[in-house]
């Protein structure tokens, strides 16, 4: 007979999906924002990089926030590193 799901593991695989969404989301925004202020190139060209890599951080985050041992551990480790990055973009100001 199969064992019953506890509610308690269902919760924490909703806030991994949850924070894989909308903190890998953040995170890939944040970064491209803080890459694309950072690289030394044409802006246009600093965009288009920073996004692309972007684009492949989303995922990354997303299979950290699951190899990650607890909930409550993926759900800080996205928000602080998403912070972090984001505080870093903001140091950097307007480009010139």
Known sequence: M??????RYRLGVLVRVLAGVFGGYAFAAALAYTLARALP??????????????VLAMPAAVIWIFAVVSARRALAGIVIVTLLVAAAGWLLGAPA
């Open 41 to 54: 190139m044409a802006r246009s060209e600093a965009t288009t990089a920073a996004t692309l890599i972007g």
């Open 2 to 7: 199969k064992a019953a799901i506890s509610i």
